[in-house]
Protein backbone atom coordinates (compact mmCIF):
# COMPACT_ATOMS: atom_id res chain seq x y z
CA UNK A 1 0.00 0.00 0.00
CA UNK A 2 1.52 3.34 -0.93
CA UNK A 3 1.60 5.99 1.73
CA UNK A 4 1.61 9.48 0.97
CA UNK A 5 3.04 12.24 3.18
CA UNK A 6 2.83 15.91 2.87
CA UNK A 7 5.37 17.81 1.53
CA UNK A 8 5.91 19.32 5.01
CA UNK A 9 6.54 15.85 6.54
CA UNK A 10 9.32 15.22 3.55
CA UNK A 11 11.08 18.42 4.69
CA UNK A 12 11.51 16.69 8.58
CA UNK A 13 13.80 13.92 8.32
CA UNK A 14 14.96 12.10 11.71
CA UNK A 15 17.67 14.82 13.60
CA UNK A 16 21.32 14.11 13.52
CA UNK A 17 21.12 14.19 17.03
CA UNK A 18 18.51 11.60 17.56
CA UNK A 19 20.53 9.53 14.80
CA UNK A 20 23.60 10.04 16.62
CA UNK A 21 22.11 8.59 19.50
CA UNK A 22 20.77 5.37 17.95
CA UNK A 23 24.36 4.26 16.68
CA UNK A 24 25.42 4.99 20.21
CA UNK A 25 22.94 2.77 21.17
CA UNK A 26 24.03 0.54 18.84
CA UNK A 27 27.49 0.08 20.49
CA UNK A 28 26.53 0.75 24.08
CA UNK A 29 28.67 3.85 24.09
CA UNK A 30 28.88 7.13 25.77
CA UNK A 31 25.99 9.36 24.46
CA UNK A 32 27.47 13.23 24.56
CA UNK A 33 25.19 13.90 21.02
CA UNK A 34 21.89 14.81 23.27
CA UNK A 35 21.80 17.70 24.98
CA UNK A 36 20.06 16.44 28.19
CA UNK A 37 21.03 16.84 31.58
CA UNK A 38 22.44 14.32 34.02
CA UNK A 39 22.05 16.06 37.18
CA UNK A 40 19.48 15.30 39.62
CA UNK A 41 16.41 16.49 39.36
CA UNK A 42 16.33 18.99 42.89
CA UNK A 43 14.24 18.27 45.63
CA UNK A 44 12.64 21.28 46.28
CA UNK A 45 11.05 20.76 42.24
CA UNK A 46 10.18 17.04 42.95
CA UNK A 47 8.22 17.31 46.14
CA UNK A 48 6.47 20.30 44.86
CA UNK A 49 5.39 18.38 41.95
CA UNK A 50 4.43 14.94 43.78
CA UNK A 51 2.42 17.21 47.01
CA UNK A 52 0.37 19.21 43.53
CA UNK A 53 -0.56 15.26 42.31
CA UNK A 54 -1.49 14.44 45.68
CA UNK A 55 -3.34 17.89 45.95
CA UNK A 56 -5.50 17.13 42.14
CA UNK A 57 -3.68 19.47 40.82
CA UNK A 58 -4.08 17.18 37.51
CA UNK A 59 -6.67 18.91 35.25
CA UNK A 60 -6.27 20.96 32.58
CA UNK A 61 -5.00 24.69 33.29
CA UNK A 62 -5.57 28.32 31.94
CA UNK A 63 -4.63 28.48 28.18
CA UNK A 64 -1.88 30.93 29.44
CA UNK A 65 -0.53 28.41 32.58
CA UNK A 66 -1.33 28.42 36.30
CA UNK A 67 -1.59 31.66 37.97
CA UNK A 68 1.29 30.52 40.67
CA UNK A 69 3.48 29.74 37.78
CA UNK A 70 3.18 32.67 35.67
CA UNK A 71 3.31 34.91 39.09
CA UNK A 72 6.80 33.32 39.52
CA UNK A 73 7.91 34.26 36.06
CA UNK A 74 7.18 36.98 36.51
CA UNK A 75 8.78 37.67 39.98
CA UNK A 76 12.20 36.09 38.41
CA UNK A 77 11.94 38.10 35.57
CA UNK A 78 12.45 41.07 37.59
CA UNK A 79 14.70 39.57 39.99
CA UNK A 80 17.33 38.01 37.26
CA UNK A 81 16.80 40.11 34.22
CA UNK A 82 15.66 43.58 35.89
CA UNK A 83 12.44 43.63 33.59
CA UNK A 84 8.79 44.54 34.70
CA UNK A 85 5.97 42.51 33.26
CA UNK A 86 2.84 41.83 33.92
CA UNK A 87 1.61 38.23 34.64
CA UNK A 88 -1.71 38.41 32.87
CA UNK A 89 -0.80 40.36 30.04
CA UNK A 90 2.31 38.92 28.80
CA UNK A 91 3.62 35.43 29.95
CA UNK A 92 2.46 32.45 28.12
CA UNK A 93 3.43 28.93 29.70
CA UNK A 94 3.67 26.54 27.14
CA UNK A 95 4.48 22.74 26.39
CA UNK A 96 8.55 23.49 26.59
CA UNK A 97 10.14 25.93 24.64
CA UNK A 98 9.95 24.38 21.31
CA UNK A 99 6.17 24.49 21.87
CA UNK A 100 6.34 28.53 22.86
CA UNK A 101 8.34 29.23 19.58
CA UNK A 102 6.02 27.21 17.66
CA UNK A 103 3.09 28.96 18.58
CA UNK A 104 4.11 32.25 17.91
CA UNK A 105 5.40 31.60 14.55
CA UNK A 106 1.77 29.65 13.88
CA UNK A 107 0.10 33.38 15.62
CA UNK A 108 2.48 36.01 13.72
CA UNK A 109 4.00 34.55 10.76
CA UNK A 110 2.51 33.52 7.42
CA UNK A 111 3.53 30.68 4.73
CA UNK A 112 6.04 32.15 2.40
CA UNK A 113 7.08 34.73 5.01
CA UNK A 114 11.10 34.80 5.62
CA UNK A 115 12.69 34.50 8.79
CA UNK A 116 16.52 34.95 9.47
CA UNK A 117 19.06 32.14 11.15
CA UNK A 118 21.69 32.71 12.62
CA UNK A 119 24.16 29.71 12.08
CA UNK A 120 25.25 27.52 13.30
CA UNK A 121 21.74 27.19 14.49
CA UNK A 122 20.20 24.59 17.13
CA UNK A 123 18.11 22.41 14.53
CA UNK A 124 14.42 22.79 15.90
CA UNK A 125 14.87 25.70 15.44
CA UNK A 126 15.11 25.30 11.32
CA UNK A 127 12.61 22.33 11.67
CA UNK A 128 10.36 24.98 13.43
CA UNK A 129 10.29 26.98 10.87
CA UNK A 130 10.11 24.42 7.96
CA UNK A 131 7.09 22.83 9.57
CA UNK A 132 4.84 26.13 9.49
CA UNK A 133 6.19 26.80 5.77
CA UNK A 134 8.58 29.84 6.60
CA UNK A 135 11.50 30.16 4.35
CA UNK A 136 14.71 30.35 6.25
CA UNK A 137 17.55 32.79 5.20
CA UNK A 138 21.00 31.84 6.69
CA UNK A 139 23.83 34.20 7.85
CA UNK A 140 27.06 32.30 9.39
CA UNK A 141 29.23 33.57 11.81
CA UNK A 142 32.46 32.00 12.27
CA UNK A 143 34.50 30.74 14.82
CA UNK A 144 36.57 31.13 17.37
CA UNK A 145 33.76 33.86 18.64
CA UNK A 146 30.73 33.50 16.52
CA UNK A 147 30.76 37.35 15.59
CA UNK A 148 28.13 38.41 13.63
CA UNK A 149 28.97 40.82 10.13
CA UNK A 150 26.09 42.84 10.72
CA UNK A 151 26.61 44.63 6.53
CA UNK A 152 25.77 41.13 5.90
CA UNK A 153 22.68 40.31 8.36
CA UNK A 154 21.10 43.79 7.07
CA UNK A 155 21.97 42.42 3.17
CA UNK A 156 20.00 39.56 3.79
CA UNK A 157 16.79 41.50 4.80
CA UNK A 158 14.54 41.70 1.72
CA UNK A 159 10.47 42.65 1.32
CA UNK A 160 9.42 39.01 2.65
CA UNK A 161 11.80 38.98 5.91
CA UNK A 162 9.55 39.27 8.77
CA UNK A 163 11.70 38.05 11.45
CA UNK A 164 15.18 37.08 13.19
CA UNK A 165 15.90 33.75 15.38
CA UNK A 166 18.37 34.05 18.07
CA UNK A 167 19.68 31.83 20.96
CA UNK A 168 21.59 33.54 23.68
CA UNK A 169 23.54 31.74 25.52
CA UNK A 170 23.79 29.70 22.28
CA UNK A 171 22.86 26.04 20.68
CA UNK A 172 24.96 24.41 19.70
CA UNK A 173 28.30 27.38 19.58
CA UNK A 174 28.36 28.48 23.24
CA UNK A 175 28.32 32.13 22.25
CA UNK A 176 26.68 35.08 24.70
CA UNK A 177 25.43 38.20 22.79
CA UNK A 178 26.66 40.97 23.99
CA UNK A 179 24.36 43.96 24.78
CA UNK A 180 26.10 45.71 21.95
CA UNK A 181 25.64 42.94 19.46
CA UNK A 182 21.87 42.93 20.91
CA UNK A 183 21.28 46.52 20.69
CA UNK A 184 22.64 46.40 16.42
CA UNK A 185 20.07 43.46 15.82
CA UNK A 186 17.37 45.42 17.19
CA UNK A 187 17.78 48.46 15.52
CA UNK A 188 18.01 46.66 12.72
CA UNK A 189 14.01 45.33 13.79
CA UNK A 190 13.13 48.51 13.91
CA UNK A 191 14.28 49.71 10.99
CA UNK A 192 12.85 47.07 8.56
CA UNK A 193 9.96 46.35 11.20
CA UNK A 194 10.89 42.68 11.94
CA UNK A 195 10.63 40.63 14.63
CA UNK A 196 12.89 39.00 17.59
CA UNK A 197 12.64 35.46 18.00
CA UNK A 198 14.94 34.62 20.74
CA UNK A 199 15.61 31.65 22.66
CA UNK A 200 16.98 32.24 26.51
CA UNK A 201 16.79 28.49 27.84
CA UNK A 202 20.49 28.28 28.66
CA UNK A 203 20.53 31.94 30.33
CA UNK A 204 22.18 30.06 33.89
CA UNK A 205 24.69 28.22 32.35
CA UNK A 206 27.55 30.93 31.99
CA UNK A 207 31.17 31.08 32.27
CA UNK A 208 34.14 33.10 32.41
CA UNK A 209 32.01 36.27 33.98
CA UNK A 210 29.59 36.61 31.07
CA UNK A 211 26.36 38.19 31.95
CA UNK A 212 23.30 37.25 29.68
CA UNK A 213 21.11 40.02 28.43
CA UNK A 214 17.54 39.35 26.60
CA UNK A 215 16.47 41.77 23.97
CA UNK A 216 13.39 42.03 25.79
CA UNK A 217 15.15 44.49 28.27
CA UNK A 218 15.72 47.27 26.02
CA UNK A 219 12.81 48.79 26.27
CA UNK A 220 12.33 50.59 22.67
CA UNK A 221 12.80 46.63 21.50
CA UNK A 222 10.17 44.98 23.52
CA UNK A 223 7.20 45.43 21.38
CA UNK A 224 9.12 43.56 19.15
CA UNK A 225 10.54 40.72 20.97
CA UNK A 226 9.13 37.24 21.64
CA UNK A 227 11.29 35.63 24.25
CA UNK A 228 11.26 31.94 24.22
CA UNK A 229 12.73 29.85 27.97
CA UNK A 230 11.88 27.15 30.15
CA UNK A 231 13.38 25.39 32.78
CA UNK A 232 14.25 21.78 30.78
CA UNK A 233 17.78 22.39 31.53
CA UNK A 234 18.08 24.52 34.89
CA UNK A 235 16.54 21.75 36.80
CA UNK A 236 17.41 19.20 34.74
CA UNK A 237 13.67 17.70 33.65
CA UNK A 238 13.70 17.98 30.15
CA UNK A 239 10.93 15.66 29.96
CA UNK A 240 8.35 17.79 31.99
CA UNK A 241 7.85 20.42 29.20
CA UNK A 242 7.36 23.25 30.78
CA UNK A 243 8.63 26.11 28.85
CA UNK A 244 7.09 29.54 28.79
CA UNK A 245 7.11 33.16 26.18
CA UNK A 246 6.97 36.30 26.83
CA UNK A 247 5.54 39.04 24.87
CA UNK A 248 4.04 42.58 24.08
CA UNK A 249 0.29 41.89 25.26
CA UNK A 250 -1.33 42.68 21.86
CA UNK A 251 0.36 39.55 20.67
CA UNK A 252 -0.47 37.26 23.78
CA UNK A 253 -3.94 36.20 23.19
CA UNK A 254 -3.37 35.02 19.76
CA UNK A 255 -0.24 33.27 21.14
CA UNK A 256 -2.04 31.78 23.51
CA UNK A 257 -5.06 30.67 21.17
CA UNK A 258 -2.64 28.69 19.56
CA UNK A 259 -1.00 26.91 22.18
CA UNK A 260 -4.26 25.94 23.44
CA UNK A 261 -5.17 24.35 20.32
CA UNK A 262 -2.02 22.62 19.62
CA UNK A 263 -1.02 21.64 23.22
CA UNK A 264 -4.20 22.40 25.29
CA UNK A 265 -1.89 23.28 28.03
CA UNK A 266 1.40 22.38 29.73
CA UNK A 267 1.64 19.22 32.60
CA UNK A 268 -0.20 21.44 35.70
CA UNK A 269 1.31 19.29 38.82
CA UNK A 270 4.53 20.11 36.98
CA UNK A 271 4.14 23.58 36.33
CA UNK A 272 3.61 23.97 40.24
CA UNK A 273 6.57 22.14 40.68
CA UNK A 274 8.63 24.47 38.44
CA UNK A 275 7.10 27.44 39.98
CA UNK A 276 8.08 26.36 43.30
CA UNK A 277 11.76 25.83 42.22
CA UNK A 278 11.59 29.63 41.05
CA UNK A 279 10.47 30.84 44.56
CA UNK A 280 11.97 28.91 46.17
CA UNK A 281 15.72 28.10 45.16
CA UNK A 282 17.75 30.89 46.07
CA UNK A 283 21.20 32.54 43.82
CA UNK A 284 23.51 29.44 45.48
CA UNK A 285 21.26 27.33 43.25
CA UNK A 286 22.52 29.31 40.07
CA UNK A 287 26.08 29.94 40.93
CA UNK A 288 26.51 25.85 41.75
CA UNK A 289 25.49 25.84 38.66
CA UNK A 290 27.81 27.16 37.05
CA UNK A 291 30.68 26.63 38.88
CA UNK A 292 29.67 22.64 37.97
CA UNK A 293 29.30 23.11 34.14
CA UNK A 294 32.43 25.29 34.25
CA UNK A 295 34.45 22.41 35.79
CA UNK A 296 33.30 20.11 33.18
CA UNK A 297 33.74 22.29 30.45
CA UNK A 298 36.66 22.63 31.32
CA UNK A 299 37.66 19.06 31.82
CA UNK A 300 36.27 18.16 28.30
CA UNK A 301 38.14 21.10 26.12
CA UNK A 302 41.46 20.55 28.20
CA UNK A 303 41.24 16.54 26.14
CA UNK A 304 39.73 18.09 22.91
CA UNK A 305 42.36 20.17 22.83
CA UNK A 306 45.20 17.58 23.83
CA UNK A 307 43.76 15.29 21.35
CA UNK A 308 44.24 17.85 18.35
CA UNK A 309 40.16 18.41 18.31
CA UNK A 310 40.47 22.08 19.10
CA UNK A 311 37.54 23.00 21.19
CA UNK A 312 35.91 26.85 20.47
CA UNK A 313 35.85 27.43 24.18
CA UNK A 314 31.98 28.21 24.94
CA UNK A 315 30.86 30.79 26.97
CA UNK A 316 27.54 29.64 27.87
CA UNK A 317 25.17 26.64 27.42
CA UNK A 318 26.56 23.69 27.95
CA UNK A 319 28.09 22.26 24.50
CA UNK A 320 31.25 22.74 23.05
CA UNK A 321 32.01 22.55 18.90
CA UNK A 322 35.26 21.01 18.03
CA UNK A 323 37.50 21.15 15.11
CA UNK A 324 38.02 17.38 13.36
CA UNK A 325 39.59 18.28 10.46
CA UNK A 326 41.79 16.09 11.16
CA UNK A 327 39.75 13.41 11.29
CA UNK A 328 39.27 10.76 8.40
CA UNK A 329 36.31 11.73 6.68
CA UNK A 330 34.58 13.34 3.70
CA UNK A 331 31.82 15.06 5.65
CA UNK A 332 30.98 15.39 9.56
CA UNK A 333 28.54 12.40 9.43
CA UNK A 334 31.49 10.37 8.69
CA UNK A 335 33.89 11.75 11.02
CA UNK A 336 31.43 11.72 13.55
CA UNK A 337 30.75 8.06 13.09
CA UNK A 338 34.67 7.30 12.87
CA UNK A 339 34.91 9.19 16.36
CA UNK A 340 32.00 6.92 17.75
CA UNK A 341 34.01 3.46 16.20
CA UNK A 342 37.70 4.51 17.43
CA UNK A 343 36.23 5.60 21.04
CA UNK A 344 32.78 4.56 21.65
CA UNK A 345 31.60 8.23 22.44
CA UNK A 346 28.73 10.04 20.24
CA UNK A 347 28.92 13.54 19.00
CA UNK A 348 26.76 15.46 16.93
CA UNK A 349 27.78 15.90 13.19
CA UNK A 350 28.15 19.58 12.81
CA UNK A 351 25.96 19.23 9.38
CA UNK A 352 23.25 18.93 11.74
CA UNK A 353 23.74 22.99 12.45
CA UNK A 354 24.68 24.36 8.72
CA UNK A 355 22.67 24.74 5.67
CA UNK A 356 25.25 24.11 3.41
CA UNK A 357 28.75 22.22 4.30
CA UNK A 358 29.90 24.86 6.63
CA UNK A 359 30.19 21.89 9.82
CA UNK A 360 31.85 19.67 7.55
CA UNK A 361 34.78 19.89 9.98
CA UNK A 362 33.40 20.03 13.41
CA UNK A 363 31.58 18.10 16.05
CA UNK A 364 29.07 19.07 18.55
CA UNK A 365 30.06 17.68 22.04
CA UNK A 366 27.54 18.24 25.26
CA UNK A 367 29.52 18.32 28.16
CA UNK A 368 25.90 18.31 30.97
CA UNK A 369 26.81 14.42 31.86
CA UNK A 370 27.80 12.87 35.35
CA UNK A 371 31.39 13.47 36.09
CA UNK A 372 31.81 9.50 35.95
CA UNK A 373 30.35 9.64 32.58
CA UNK A 374 32.64 12.85 31.71
CA UNK A 375 35.78 10.92 32.70
CA UNK A 376 35.52 7.96 30.98
CA UNK A 377 34.64 9.74 27.63
CA UNK A 378 37.86 11.91 28.22
CA UNK A 379 39.61 8.87 28.66
CA UNK A 380 37.83 7.08 25.43
CA UNK A 381 38.67 10.31 23.38
CA UNK A 382 42.24 10.52 24.46
CA UNK A 383 42.59 7.58 21.97
CA UNK A 384 42.42 9.71 19.39
CA UNK A 385 45.45 11.58 20.30
CA UNK A 386 47.96 12.00 17.76
Known sequence: MKINL????????????????????KVKGINLSQGVSDLPINPVVEQAAKRAIEKGINHYTRYDGLDELRQAIAGKLKRDNI?????????????????????????????????????????????????????????????????????RLEKSISSKTKGIIICTPANPSGKVFTSGELKQIGELVIKHDLLIFTDEIYEYFLYDGNKHVSPF??????????????????????GWRIGYLVCDERYKEAIGDISDLVY???????????????????????????????????????????????PYIPQGAYYVLSDVGRIPGRDSREKAMYILRKTGVATVPGRAFYHG????????ICFAKEDKVIDEACERLLKLKL
Not at 6 to 25: P, V
Not at 105 to 134: C, K, Q, R, W
Not at 267 to 294: C, H, M, W
Open 357 to 364: NGGDNLVR
Open 83 to 151: LEVDADKNIIVSSGATGALYSAFLALLNPGDEIIILEPFYGYHLSTVLAVDLKPVFVSTAPPDWKIDFD
Open 264 to 310: VCAPAPLQTGVAQGIEKLDVSFYDNLKRIFAKKRDKICAVLDKTGLT
Open 217 to 238: SFPEFQEKTIMVSGYSKTFSIT
Open 6 to 25: SNRAKLLGQSDIRAMSLECE
